[in-house]
């Protein structure tokens, strides 16, 4: 998890201590939006979902990689509007992260992006932006393209989660991402890489982060079977649809306030019936995702 450490947010803004990228300072503004109550949700949000029920180290959060987007953006030189959209990129995802999109049936694993604008209004964001001079259309009404781009493109979305989610795992080093952040560039204000190599080490890294951990049956079981725990709370009324956007421990309690609950989520910590399960068919509902980075010309 990132670790921050707060100035006066309204004059000299905060730095930030990110275990990827080293340290960084944001203006006010994005401070004052890095304090707001969604943001702090996205520090008990699990990025993986519910992986961290089966391996505790894999840990890291929405938080971690939202403020991990907004270095990359400003990183390579994005404006103040399109830093304040990729702090704010995720604010929508709900407890467990693409859990919902199971619970939901959105294939495209896109539920967070159906409640973003209602998420973004209903909570503090727009006084704040409003209180700096700025309009909360911003997020709604601007495509970036240093934040987002779609596959096979890079983007700073995608290389953030695929460099965070791969070092939680253990499968690269910091060097490995040190390396890789130097041959980022832009080019017609999209993000590409300097070199042939650089673009097919992160394509190798992509694939590796698809096959080995989404794809990896003790995680696509945790997902999988948090998932219909979640179903049956919502359908006995132990939790309610309003309930996904507090996060992971507080809806992790109140499924565990009843026996039934309590002993689920501990078979899945456990992987209890891992050994009866068949990945194959969960596994299935993961988009085909290949990466074809443009290199500079």
Known sequence: MLDIIQHDLQINGMKIEDKLYGSFKVEPVLAELIRSVP?????????????FLVDPTINHTRYAHSLGVLFLVKYLGGNLEEQIAALLHDV????????????????????????????????????????????????????????????????????????????????????????????????????????EAAGQWIRDQFKCLNESYFKKPEHVYANTMLAELLKQGLANGLIQKDDMLKDDFQVLNKLAKERAGYLKINEIKQLTHFKYFSSKGAAERFKRRELHPAIMS
């Open 92 to 195: 929508s995802h709900t407890a467990f992260s693409h859990v919902a999109d199971y619970i939901f049936n959105y294939t495209d694993e896109d539920y967070h992006e159906s409640i973003y604008e209602e998420v973004i209004m209903d909570s503090e964001i727009p006084a704040i932006l409003h209180k700096h001079g700025l309009d909360v259309n911003i997020l709604f009404e601007q495509d970036y393209a240093i934040l987002e781009q779609p596959l096979p493109q890079l983007c700073a979305d995608r290389v953030d989660y695929i460099l965070r989610d791969l070092y939680q795992a253990g499968m690269i080093v910091l060097s490995d991402v040190s390396d890789f952040l130097v041959e980022l560039t832009l080019q017609d204000g999209k993000m590409v890489v300097k070199s």
């Open 39 to 51: 943001m702090q949700r996205l520090k008990h949000v699990h990025q993986g979902g519910a992986i």
